[in-house]
């Protein structure tokens, strides 16, 4: 094989690695919450790079099961969650 035809393989090879490899620590902080809106209950799990990211992807989650409509959903979202466990 040519010498630029090996370079641009392990270029290519090198940033599959850094994607591969930074996809993994993304999910460095995974929360449960269970919210309580309008009588109905859900909870839910989710992981994001940061404790609060996961937290509010997982109240969205859960209000999303629970209710339907924007004016809802952004009450819902916007009450403090009825609990919350840190599970990483």
């Given at each position: 094989m040519n010498k630029p035809v090996l370079v641009g393989i392990a270029i290519v090879a090198v940033i599959l690695g850094v994607i591969v490899y930074?996809?993994?620590n993304l999910a460095g902080h995974r929360?449960?919450?269970c919210v309580n809106y309008k009588g109905l209950q859900a909870c839910r799990t989710?992981?994001?790079s940061s404790e609060e990211f996961a937290r509010r992807t997982a109240t969205s989650n859960a209000c999303a099961q629970i209710i339907s409509g924007m004016t809802d959903t952004i009450a819902c979202e916007q009450a403090p969650p009825a609990k919350v466990t840190l599970l990483k």
């Amino acid at each position: 094989m040519n010498k630029p035809v090996l370079v641009g393989i392990a270029i290519v090879a090198v940033i599959l690695g850094v994607i591969v490899y930074s996809s993994f620590n993304l999910a460095g902080h995974r929360v449960e919450v269970c919210v309580n809106y309008k009588g109905l209950q859900a909870c839910r799990t989710a992981s994001g790079s940061s404790e609060e990211f996961a937290r509010r992807t997982a109240t969205s989650n859960a209000c999303a099961q629970i209710i339907s409509g924007m004016t809802d959903t952004i009450a819902c979202e916007q009450a403090p969650p009825a609990k919350v466990t840190l599970l990483k």
